[in-house]
């Protein structure tokens, strides 16, 4: 039959799944999982790169420069609505990567692996190149700078109070390069505790508005009363004017009429004396009594 044989079998699909999902743990522990390059250089004497790598909640492993670039690149893609970079969302800033601080023994020139400085569990002494589960302890505050990724069963062999008195308060426990179905289960409670995290955020930010709201309100409420108690006083204040202004006018036409009247009666009584005549009608009867009837008679007709 024509095409026999090259249908895939129930084998098969085995197979290509089983090469789907292979995982080289060794590879994930020794590479940068954004540009694949080595995180360290073994056979060297000193500590290269090891104060540059960081890792995430997944336990991928980065260069810190590649990982920082890669959150820049996502933030201008988004910005111009391009694709997501290629670091994974469980890294939505620099706080979701942890600085991995491998513990890397330095062997003398007599031994037979002379410079092999491979990362090796602090306390236990195995080599950490994924054969082993390693975890990072990641401690609150500010760190010392000593190594602080140690073997799984280290853990089991130290207290907790040990551990923290050997490496501070430990915030939290990551699984470095975890095999494809411990990941998954990793990466469920990564996206619960973010949608916490998530919600949490909200409802600050919404607190945060309520209270601005409230403040708000009375900041109006003291300008309305300011404003009123403002205007209360502008109107005691015409009020008063006004009635001031009220009382010195009429205050005014008093005294004028009263030094109008003075002025006329000063000048009558001025006219009076000059005036013989009317200086005699105007007297009083003592001087009128040395006039006799005749002269008055005369006087009163004498123009």
Do not use: W
């Not at 990564?190 to 930010?205: G, M, N, S, T």
């Not at 409230?214 to 009020?239: F, L, V, Y």
């Not at 003075?262 to 001087?287: C, D, G, H, M």
């Amino acid at each position: 039959m024509r095409g026999a044989g090259t249908a895939d079998l129930t084998a098969d699909f085995k197979r290509h799944a089983a090469e789907k999902f292979k995982f080289n743990a060794r590879e994930a522990m020794t590479t940068c999982s954004l540009t694949k390059t080595p995180l360290y250089i073994t056979g060297t004497k000193t500590n290269t790169n090891t104060n540059e790598i960081v890792s995430d909640l997944h336990g991928h492993l980065y260069h810190k420069e590649a990982a920082v670039q890669a959150l820049l690149k996502r933030r201008q893609q988004q910005r111009s609505d391009a694709a997501v970079g290629t670091i994974g969302p469980q890294v939505r800033r620099l706080n979701d990567l942890y600085d991995v601080r491998f513990f890397r023994e330095q062997n003398d020139g007599n031994k037979s692996n002379c410079g092999d400085n491979t990362p090796s569990c602090p306390i236990t002494g195995k080599a950490l190149t994924g054969n082993i589960p390693s975890i990072l302890l990641v401690v609150s505050g500010k760190s010392d700078g000593s190594p602080n990724v140690v073997s799984e069963s280290a853990l089991k062999q130290l207290s907790p109070e040990e551990l923290q008195e050997e490496y501070g308060c430990i915030e939290r426990k990551v699984r470095l390069a975890p095999p494809p179905l411990l990941l998954e289960s990793i990466k469920d409670q990564v996206r619960k505790e973010h949608e916490k995290d998530e919600e949490e955020r909200k409802a600050k930010k919404a607190g945060k508005k309520k209270n601005k709201r409230k403040r708000d309100g009375r900041d109006n409420k003291n300008k309305k009363r300011s404003s009123d108690s403002n205007s209360k006083k502008a109107t005691e204040e015409i009020k008063s004017t006004s009635s001031k202004n009220i009382i010195g006018s009429n205050a005014m036409p008093t005294s004028s009429s009263s030094s109008v009247g003075q002025e006329v009666q000063s000048r009558v009584n001025s006219a009076i004396q000059q005036n013989a005549i009317l200086s005699s009608l105007f007297t009083n009867k003592t001087s009128s009594s040395k006039i006799s009837e005749k002269e008055k008679k005369d006087n009163l007709f004498a123009r």
